[in-house]
């Protein structure tokens, strides 16, 4: 069972909010998403090298409420645009799960004719403050960031700063060899170094 870093999810109260923030912190300009009715939210999205994506995230005011907690915490959300979640896909969610009980239970998730897995804990709100990742696995062949135009831009590391860094680090070793994501000591927060056409920008 291994984990392979997948996309980053940047959270904001409103997607134009956020994709402002995104597009001037970069200097780029994301792409159409689109909705997600089982969360009620919404995205837009930016293809990375290597594979990767980052997406915009937010509560999409035009979709019914759900009758249970969003997922990355988007509930509780509040504040500037920010890198709110790291996701990693695999191959074994389930045996993922097993292994990680606080990851969440597994929900089976649609866009348009994307289909996938995920981990979604019943709170939303992942372990080590949200400082775990988001597990997925895609269903077939699909994937966003095969759909999106280049963009000119690749994450250089992924700094994820909790006070329990070290642990989750080791924690997570056995399954995610990534020397971009790095773990360090400190409050909990996520800073995406980008390499952009314009140069190394930073999102945290």
Do not use: K
């Amino acid at each position: 069972m291994t984990l392979t870093l997948d996309h980053l999810a940047v959270a904001a109260q409103t997607l134009e909010e956020g994709t402002e923030a995104v597009e001037a912190a970069l200097g780029v300009a994301l792409q159409p998403g689109g909705q997600h009715a089982h969360f009620g939210t919404h995205n837009r999205l930016l293809r990375l090298a290597d594979g990767l994506y980052l997406e915009v995230i937010a509560t999409d005011p035009d979709a019914p409420a759900p009758a249970f907690p969003r997922w990355f915490d988007l509930d509780r959300f509040a504040g500037r645009p920010r890198p709110q979640a790291w996701i990693c896909r695999t191959d074994d969610l389930d045996g993922l799960i097993a292994a990680h009980p606080g990851a969440g239970q597994a929900v089976a998730l649609a866009r348009g004719d994307l289909r996938w897995r995920m981990a979604v804990p019943d709170t939303g709100v992942l372990p080590y403050d949200n400082a775990f990742p988001a597990v997925i696995e895609w269903q077939g062949e699909a994937h966003p960031a095969a759909r999106l135009a280049a963009s000119g831009c690749a994450l250089r590391r992924l700094v994820v700063a909790h006070p329990e860094a070290a642990a989750l680090g080791a924690l997570l070793g056995p399954e995610l060899r990534d020397a971009r994501v790095v773990f360090e000591p400190g409050a909990p927060a996520l800073r995406a170094e980008i390499d952009t056409p314009n140069g190394l920008r930073v999102l945290e």
